[in-house]
């Protein structure tokens, strides 16, 4: 079996038409590999090119250069798409059909054999909560409730690999929990991979352990989130409040961020052993004032600090 | 081909649940059932008036269910349904097959219907059994609509919402007069099927049978002309970004 999931080099979209060109292109030798069994959270803010990717990933639309490989496949593979499952940005579906039936509609079209094809659509219907309204028409349906539907065809065929364009968007809070819920589980139990994009990155944070960012059709960083966070592996961010004893790690910290009034954030980019060792002896002796946390910044500051450091080279 | 049918019965079904079509359907038979009033004035000709009235008016509703196509294909290609669809186990040239054997089951039950209530009319007012040629004749139309649809498809396709409709409809009055203006060779030479092979109102007027090889021959042309244009749309198609 393929070790990648989704492979892409040097994968370019240019949306030229022939009477304008494009200022500069959506994707810009995009070179990403997503490993089996992980959940991959594609950041970027808005216009940073992550739907174009999808779209290309999904065949939907033809890079202008490069190659992506998506299970072993040429994205453009009618076949493999029988193992994917995927959630457009804005999803849309037959609005004169009823949710039941166009599930069915999805199944035939994903070979689900006609024995079980009933009872898998009214299967996700309960797992996405909508069992209630199967036979309303989709016509009717409010956003979040068409999202429910987005994420119902996209397992229906309990996929490989799930494809998912802003899942959360468009979701109450409770929504937002138990589509995050569902997507743990595609990994946990159906050793499924997940690419999703997002802009929310709390949600990120939660849930992915590979994150990449993306920012004006380029890629800016990609690789597991807490290597990411640390800096390079050995990171250790450290919280400290009051108490005197523990203000001589403040002079060795590569960084401290003030919290508050008597409260402090360091950051040690590679401590040595005998460092690390002081600091979990404070952290035990003081465990109210002197607290560890693996890994460096929150993915809050790490995104925007990417992010304008970029815009910060362009200009 | 389950692919096909999967997308055919989404058409099929959207279009045969409009209650408007069955209101339609009535309207055409009070208005075939009206012209027997036409005695004195068409002086004693209502019969073949009748028959007249019926042909064309199927002829116009098979127009009709075939243009809703050109709606609906643009219409899903801009919210993003047929996204959805197609990034199913579903390759682009069966997308356009399943739509065009939808929009063809439609119209053929559309057609059909009326064809069906207009003979009895027909035979109701005149107190006559229907004779074969008008059977043949209503045949004839009901399968045009065959070419119809991979013409609809193919303007669909690659035209806008407004675009679409009316181009088809220019092309389908093209197609049918292709008979009258044949020396005109662009229209006659190029893409345009024929539609007046499948346009047999004098039979059924006058009840000149109509030779079943014939009848055959041109099901048969009528099949391979849709085949021929639903590639040529999916040769475009296959390259196009979708939304
Ligand atoms: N169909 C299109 N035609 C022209 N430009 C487009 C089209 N779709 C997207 N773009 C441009 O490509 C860039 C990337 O868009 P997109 O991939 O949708 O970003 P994201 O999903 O990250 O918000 C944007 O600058 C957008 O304006
Ligand atoms: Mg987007």
Request: glycine share 6%; charged share 20%.
């Given at each position: ?315 | ?175 049918y007069s292709t008979g009258i203006i044949a020396n005109i060779p662009v ?57």
């Amino acid at each position: 079996m393929e070790e990648y999931v989704i492979q892409t080099e040097d994968l370019t979209k240019s949306y030229d038409s022939w009477f304008k060109k494009a200022s500069r292109p959506a994707l810009n030798k995009l070179n990403i590999s997503i490993p089996k069994n992980c959940i991959f959270g594609f950041l970027g803010p808005n216009g940073a090119g992550k739907t174009t990717t999808i779209k290309i990933l999904m065949g939907l639309i033809r890079p202008t250069g490069g190659k992506a490989v998506v299970l072993g496949k040429p994205y453009d593979d009618v076949e493999s798409k029988n193992r994917i499952g995927f959630l457009p940005d804005s999803p849309a579906f037959t609005p004169t059909l009823s949710a039941l039936e166009f599930l069915d509609v999805c199944a035939r079209l994903l070979k689900i054999p006609s024995d079980t094809r009933k009872q898998r659509v009214e299967e996700v219907l309960e797992i996405v909560r909508m069992a209630p309204h199967a036979k309303s028409k989709i016509g009717t349906f409010s956003r979040g409730m068409l999202q429910r539907i987005g994420i119902a065809q996209a397992i229906l065929n309990k996929p490989d690999l799930l494809i998912l364009d802003e899942p959360l968007l468009g979701l109450d809070p409770y929504g937002r929990q138990e589509f995050k819920e569902i997507i743990l589980a595609q990994k946990q139990q159906f050793q499924a991979s997940v690419f999703f994009s997002s802009h929310i990155l709390s949600d990120v944070a939660e849930i992915c352990d590979n994150i990449s960012i993306l920012n004006k059709g380029k890629l800016l960083c990609a690789g597991p989130l807490d290597t990411l966070l640390s800096g390079g592996g050995e990171g250790v961010t450290v919280d400290i409040s009051g108490t005197v004893h523990v203000r001589e790690l403040i002079t060795e910290a590569d960084q401290v961020v003030k919290k508050g009034n008597e409260e402090w954030e360091l950051f040690f980019k590679k401590p040595e052993s005998a460092l690390l060792s002081r600091i979990n002896n404070l952290s035990e002796q003081f465990c109210d004032a002197v607290q560890i946390r693996k890994g460096g910044e929150d993915l809050e500051s790490f995104f925007f600090k990417k992010i304008e450091e970029d815009n910060a080279r362009n200009n | 081909m389950s692919e096909i049918m999967a997308i055919a019965s989404g058409t099929w079904k959207n279009i045969l649940r409009m209650k408007v079509v069955y209101f339609l359907i009535f309207c055409v038979w009070v208005l075939v059932g009206i012209a027997s009033m036409y005695e004195i004035l068409t002086i004693g000709h209502h019969k073949p008036l009748m028959m007249d009235v019926s042909l064309v008016l199927n002829a116009i509703a098979a127009s009709l269910v075939v243009l809703s196509v050109t709606f609906e294909i643009p219409r899903e290609l801009r919210q993003g349904v047929a996204a959805t669809l197609l990034t199913k186990s579903l390759g682009r040239t069966q997308y356009l097959a399943g739509k065009a054997v939808g929009i063809c089951v439609a119209g053929f039950v559309i057609c059909a219907l009326i064809a069906a209530g207009s003979l009895i009319i027909y035979a109701l007012t005149f107190s006559e059994a229907i004779a074969g040629p008008m059977f043949q004749a209503h045949f004839l139309l009901i399968i045009s609509i065959i070419p119809m649809a991979s013409m609809a498809v193919f303007f669909a396709t690659l035209f806008p919402e407004v675009a679409a409709p009316v181009l088809t409809i220019i092309a389908i009055w093209f197609a049918y007069s292709t008979g009258i203006i044949a020396n005109i060779p662009v229209v006659y030479g190029g893409l345009l099927p024929n539609l007046d092979l499948f346009n047999f109102k004098s039979h059924a007027v006058y009840l000149k049978p109509i030779p079943i090889l014939y009848m055959i021959l041109v099901t048969v042309w009528g099949i391979a002309y849709a085949l021929f244009l639903l590639m040529l749309t999916s040769f475009f198609f296959k390259v196009k970004d979708i939304k």
